[in-house]
């Protein structure tokens, strides 16, 4: 799962992949992964998806439940620059979830 998100962020912002049949696999990839998804790897899903056109909109919206239904406990744990990235993909994706984030922040 980490090797995957690592290789879908590097595709976004190295290669600044748009290519549809890229993403499809990906996202097919990581449907089958998503229940190993914890907050840290939500956020990670989270930033991927708020680069591109094309996304698995399920999945999206099952991160943003996680990332919202975290602990506070769980999210103070996070280093702050991933909380800074969570509250900017929150910001794009679903801006009334970034409150989960800056609270904490």
């Known amino acids: 799962l980490q090797h995957l998100l690592k290789h879908g962020r590097e595709a976004t ?3 600044r992949i748009q290519h549809p049949a890229f993403w ?3 996202f097919e990839r990581l449907g089958k992964l998503k229940d ?3 907050v840290r790897e939500a ?3 989270l930033q991927i998806s708020a680069t591109l056109r094309l996304v698995d909109v399920e999945l999206v919206l099952a ?7 975290a ?5 103070l744990d996070l280093p702050q620059r991933d909380l800074a990235e969570a509250a ?3 910001a794009v994706i679903r801006p009334e ?9």
């Open 63 to 69: 991160s943003v439940e996680t990332l919202l239904t």
């Open 43 to 45: 956020i990670q899903v």
């Open 71 to 75: 602990e506070d406990e769980d999210l």
């Open 36 to 38: 190993q998804v914890n």
């Open 24 to 26: 499809t696999a990906f």
């Open 97 to 105: 979830g970034m409150n989960v984030v800056v609270r904490v922040l």
């Open 88 to 90: 900017e993909a929150l």
């Open 13 to 15: 912002q190295r290669w």
